[in-house]
C-alpha cells in the first residue's frame, strides 16, 4: 500500500492543462452563445465553417487535423451543415478518392455575418490585457503549442 503522506496530489485548479482546457471552454462556449443564438450552430458547426470559410476545398480529415476536433465531432458537423445548406461536398478533381468542402452562397453570408462577431468578442477579451500582455501571451502560447506538439505546428 503506498505511503499516503508521500502520494503528491493534483490541484486543479493550478494544474495547467486543466487551466488551459476549462479557459478555453469558457471562451468558446462565451462566444458561440453569439452564433448558435443567430444562426443556431453549434460550436462544432462553427469551427467546421471557419475552417471551410479560410481554407475553401479541405478535407474532413484535414479540419479534424486543424481543429483537434475527432473525427465524429467533424462528420457530425459536416452532416448538419450540409443538412442547413452552408456546405457542400465535391469530389476533387485530381484524386477521386478523396472530398472536398466548400461553403454555398448561404453558408458565405453566415460566415460573413459571425467573422465580424467573432472578432469583436476576441477584441473585447483581449482589451482587458495591455499592448505588451498580448505580444507576451502570444509568444508564450506559441512556446506551449511548440512543446505541446514538436511533430507539427498547431496553427
Known amino acids: 500500500m503506498p505511503d499516503i503522506e508521500n502520494v503528491s496530489l493534483l490541484r486543479l485548479r493550478e494544474f495547467l492543462p486543466y487551466r488551459l482546457s476549462v479557459l478555453s471552454n469558457t471562451i468558446s462556449t462565451r462566444i458561440a452563445s453569439l452564433y448558435d443564438r443567430e444562426f443556431g450552430l453549434s460550436i462544432w458547426q462553427w469551427r467546421v465553417m471557419a475552417v471551410t470559410g479560410d481554407r475553401p ?8 487535423q486543424l481543429t483537434a ?7 457530425r458537423a459536416i452532416a448538419a451543415m ?3 445548406g452552408y456546405l457542400e461536398r465535391k469530389t476533387s478533381e485530381t484524386d477521386g478518392r478523396r472530398s472536398q468542402l466548400f461553403l454555398t452562397p448561404a453558408g458565405r453570408d453566415v460566415y460573413e455575418l459571425i467573422v465580424p462577431m ?13 499592448e505588451d500582455e498580448q505580444k507576451q501571451l ?5 512556446k506551449l503549442a511548440d512543446a505541446a506538439s514538436t511533430d507539427r505546428p498547431l496553427w
Open 57 to 64: 476545398g479541405i478535407s474532413a480529415t484535414e479540419i479534424g
Open 82 to 84: 450540409i443538412q442547413m
Open 69 to 75: 476536433m475527432d473525427k465524429v465531432a467533424v462528420s
Open 138 to 142: 502570444e509568444r508564450l502560447m506559441g
Open 118 to 130: 467573432a472578432l469583436g468578442a476576441e477584441q473585447e477579451l483581449a482589451s482587458s490585457l495591455t
